[in-house]
């Protein structure tokens, strides 16, 4: 079965520039999620969908974060304008449904440099 | 708040050896518990999760953890390493509630030496 696909691999930015990743889940998942890992830390939750829906984007830096799930299958994340502390990996996961024991399938990420 | 605290965030241990990854929790319900493996270049990968039945739990790779309610912790350990175990684990814990959040550590890199 295909894995989470997510591109591109790697992006380098200047500061205030905008950048955009893409994420398509395994074919069937409902459950969407957009994680940021900085480095030195774990990923932390930034939006989850269910389908085309936000179930939770409590921690998404809605200023400059901005996410979608058009027809409830691939998504984008875009970042406007990006800041230094931006700089991480972008994980992309999906879930075949929303529930506190779902197994998680994550994506390689997108190693996003931020100067 | 949930939260998980990962102790030692480099182990190394030599092939053959035990691997003992730490991890400790905070909840005022009990939780439900997971361990993830990272791989170089690869996504996250569900190792094992514990979900309130058996409190040893066995997982992928010849993994397990053990659930102590007493001790807070959920440690990953396996009886003897290999080579292909050097990886980035993360130990995370889920929200009680239906959206499934996951709260992750901050990792622990494990080497294995020759």
């Known amino acids: 079965e295909a894995g989470v696909a997510q591109s591109p691999r790697y992006k380098i930015i200047e500061k205030r520039q905008s950048v955009a990743f893409w994420c398509n889940p395994i074919?069937?998942?409902?459950?969407l999620y957009w994680y940021q890992q900085i480095l030195g830390q774990g990923p932390k939750l930034l939006i989850q969908?269910?389908?085309?829906?936000?179930?939770?984007d409590s921690q998404l830096p809605k200023d400059r974060f901005s996410a979608e799930r058009l027809k409830g299958v691939d998504s984008t994340l875009k970042i406007q304008p990006a800041k230094l502390e931006d700089s991480a990996v972008y994980l992309c996961?999906?879930?075949?449904?929303?529930?506190?024991?779902?197994?998680?399938?994550f994506g390689s990420g997108t190693q996003l440099s931020v100067l | 708040a949930q939260s998980v605290t990962q102790l030692g965030s480099h182990v190394s241990v030599s092939e053959g050896a035990l691997v003992l990854l730490r991890c400790n929790y905070s909840?005022?319900?009990?939780?439900?518990l997971f361990w993830y493996v990272q791989y170089p270049n690869q996504g996250l990968q569900l190792l094992l999760k514990?979900?309130?039945?058996?409190?040893l739990v066995k997982g992928i790779n010849g993994f397990e953890a053990e659930f102590k309610k007493s001790e807070t912790s959920f440690h990953l350990t396996k009886p003897s390493a290999h080579m292909s175990d050097a990886a980035e684990y993360f130990c995370?814990?889920?929200?009680?509630?239906?959206?499934?959040?996951?709260?992750f550590g901050q990792g622990t890199t494990l080497q294995v030496k020759p």
């Open positions: 996961a999906s879930s075949l449904r929303t529930g506190v024991i779902e197994k998680l399938f």
């Open positions: 074919s069937g998942h409902a459950t």
């Open positions: 969908f269910q389908n085309n829906g936000v179930v939770d």
């Open positions: 909840s005022s319900v009990p939780p439900y």
């Open positions: 514990y979900t309130s039945a058996a409190t």
């Open positions: 995370a814990v889920s929200e009680r509630s239906n959206t499934g959040k996951l709260i």
